[in-house]
């Protein structure tokens, strides 16, 4: 790998990281009004008296450094994004956002990465056993059951195992991420219970990005094998095992890379009902009490958080690409 | 001539497409001995690569071999199958391909896809006596050793062409089928390429079919030439006897339609058009662009049978007047 192209995706990634902190600076300061009188006008809806109204305003105007121009405004809000300092949480008062979301992003992360991986996994190969005319031909029929499965949504699919799992046969938790979060240990019996309230969300995402995957790798596999490179490699002599790993699922592989980069933004958003649906305290969770109760601070994060996990995702994916295509860059 | 190393007997393969079968190729026999050169030549849809495919038993459903028998180093391929059929093929007959530019594993370098080769069929070579034969192989197809480090996207067309060789002469198989090798080629580097082919081909001492449209190459190429029409062999004679003196009426009208130097003349084709191998005409498949067809043609289709010393026929009018003049 060259050092201009990584050196290129790493200024690409930052061009990105740049621009969703200037829509996200922007588009707030779009809405009329000022965040402080919002508050303000909440609490004088619920009835509450306010004295001195115009003085907070103007007050928290000179202390929040609204009144300075927009430029400067604009760098310290990029000074402080880029030192992670988020602004208070409105809801979670006096919990700062930063805080508020490093608590929620480990179940995320683990949650979605695992899901994914799994998924992105098995569907690959489920995918190529079934474009693979050796492949026992109860194999080669899964496809139109995956097709269904890839038309479910999560949100649907979440429900329906909620039902079946939780409600009815009741072999998993309703919801949470834990029996109860405060006794949280690395004792095996601890681990056991987070993974078991984690299995069902987790299930529902593997389940519906399964038959994407799992069709995209038939995709990819049914036009490697009508390639000259797959006959000459049977002509060879090689192994059946050798010929479906190295030289026909190897190839097929690299549009599901490139999907994995694409489809990863969808991931992370899909994962947001998904997480409602369970109860489980992951960004996504957070994301849907903030919008809520409008706490434009948090959803601000939120997206800040959301826009750099998929960001540096699909960074490493790139910086990986070449390695497993030669003809990308070298 | 020594005993033949490839001996093909009756061979016919089919392509069932709904319920209509097209007989791809149809009754071919013909007998190839140690080290020689064989040309077939064809228009397209004639069944050359089926039959190269079906000698190889690379040929992919819809094809079908109904018939016949393929004996190599006294083994008939028809009758190989599963692990047998792998490690017989590449160590006792090998493909250089049509398509030389996509033949190749474009995520592989070329040093992994010849060891590859070796790997399947001499389990007890080791890494490093694998890594010597690599090297050597793409020295005797004129490459640099530094080339195995690149990938196949690095090589140019000729360079992939003569990897493609490396690999087929890798195992020292007893055939070597070459599938039009040079057609996607320059005329220079065509010239070059088929000359490492022959090199290399003399040098192990296999026997070559070399598939192919241009008479002009083949006839610099090869021992023997062959003729297909419509799935069947029509002519098969020594390139010298083929050109001088052209037996089957076909393989007449294909040398008159070649252009010359010498003298400037109109160029002619052959008229008509090859019979659709779902609806071939009756009598001989031919007939409907014979200048000089008769009765009989139109009725039953002419046997192949011998015409000389490694030479045979499918035709009446050239066994009719071979029979008068004996």
């Known amino acids: ?330 | 001539m020594s005993a033949p190393v490839l001996d093909v007997r009756n061979l016919s393969v089919s392509y069932l497409i709904g319920k209509q079968r097209a007989r791809a190729a149809a009754d071919i026999s013909f007998t190839l001995s140690a080290g020689e050169r064989l040309g077939i030549v064809g228009e397209s849809g004639s069944g050359k690569s089926t039959l190269a495919l079906a000698l190889m038993r690379l040929h992919k459903p819809p094809a079908r071999i109904d018939a016949g028998e393929a004996w190599l180093a006294g083994t008939d391929i028809m009758r190989l199958e599963g692990e047998e059929l792998r490690r017989f093929r590449w160590s006792e007959i090998s493909l250089v391909p049509q398509g030389a530019m996509n033949s190749l594993n474009p995520v592989m370098r070329i040093r992994k896809q010849l060891a590859d080769a070796i790997e399947a069929h001499w389990r007890d070579w080791s890494r490093a006596k694998i890594q010597a034969r690599v090297q050597e192989m793409l020295e005797r197809v004129g490459l640099s050793p530094k080339v195995g480090d690149l990938y196949p996207h690095e090589l140019s067309g000729g360079m992939k062409q003569r990897v493609c060789i490396a690999l087929a002469v890798v195992l020292e198989p007893k055939l070597i089928i070459a599938d039009e090798p040079t057609s996607a080629l320059d005329v220079v580097v065509q010239r070059l390429v088929i000359q490492t082919l022959k090199d290399v081909q003399e040098q192990i001492g296999a026997a070559l079919i070399m598939i192919g449209h241009d008479m002009g190459l083949m006839a610099q190429s090869v021992d023997r030439l062959a003729v297909m029409y419509a799935g069947r062999m029509v002519d098969i004679a020594p390139v010298r006897d083929f050109f001088h003196r052209p037996l089957h009426p076909y393989s007449q009208l294909l040398i008159s339609s070649l252009p010359s130097l010498d003298e400037t003349k109109p160029l002619t084709g052959i008229p008509g058009m090859q019979p659709s191998l779902f609806d071939l005409p009756g009598g001989c498949s031919f007939h409907p662009r014979c200048p000089s067809a008769k009765d009989l043609c139109r009725q039953t289709d002419p046997a192949f049978l011998p015409t000389g010393p490694g030479r045979g026929t499918a035709c009446h009018v050239v066994r009719e007047s071979l029979d008068e003049s004996r």
């Open chain 1, 1 to 330: 790998m060259s050092w201009s192209y990584a050196l290129r995706r790493i200024g690409m990634f930052v061009a990105v990281v740049f621009l969703a902190i200037t829509i996200n600076f922007i588009v707030p300061r779009m809405a009329p009004g000022d965040p402080t009188a919002a508050v303000l006008e909440q609490l004088l809806s619920r009835g509450q008296q306010v004295e001195g109204a115009a003085d907070i305003v103007a007050n928290y105007r000179a202390r929040f450094g609204l009144d300075d121009p927009i430029l400067l405004q604009y760098g310290r809000y990029v000074w402080n994004t880029l030192h992670f300092d988020l602004g208070y949480s409105i809801s979670y008062f006096p919990q700062k956002v930063e805080s508020a979301l490093l608590q929620a992003l480990p179940w995320t992360l683990a949650l979605l990465l695992t899901a994914t991986a799994i998924a992105f996994t098995l569907g690959s190969i489920l995918g190529a056993l079934i474009a693979w005319p050796r492949s026992p031909r109860m194999v080669r029929n899964l496809a139109p059951v995956l097709m269904v499965l890839s038309a479910i949504p999560y949100y649907l699919l979440a429900l329906i195992l909620l039902y079946v799992f939780a409600v009815w046969t009741k072999f998993f938790p309703l919801g949470g991420a834990a029996s109860s979060q405060s006794a949280l240990t690395f004792s095996f019996a601890s681990t056991i219970d987070v993974i078991r309230h984690a299995f069902l969300p987790a299930l529902s995402i593997v389940l519906a990005g399964l038959g994407f995957w799992a069709l995209g790798m038939r995709g990819a596999m049914i036009n490697v094998l009508g390639e000259d490179y797959l006959t000459l490699a049977e002509a060879k002599g090689l192994r059946p095992h050798r010929i479906f790993f190295a030289y026909a699922m190897r190839n097929a592989m690299l549009p599901q890379v490139t999907s994995l980069a694409i489809a990863l933004g969808t991931v992370a958003s899909g994962s947001v009902l998904v997480e409602v649906a369970f109860n489980y305290p992951g960004i996504g969770y957070v994301l849907y009490n903030a919008l809520r109760s409008s706490d434009y601070f948090l959803i601000q994060g939120v997206a800040f958080f959301l826009v750099l996990t998929v960001a540096v995702a699909v960074l490493l994916l790139e910086l990986a690409y070449p390695l497993i295509d030669p003809r990308i860059e070298r």
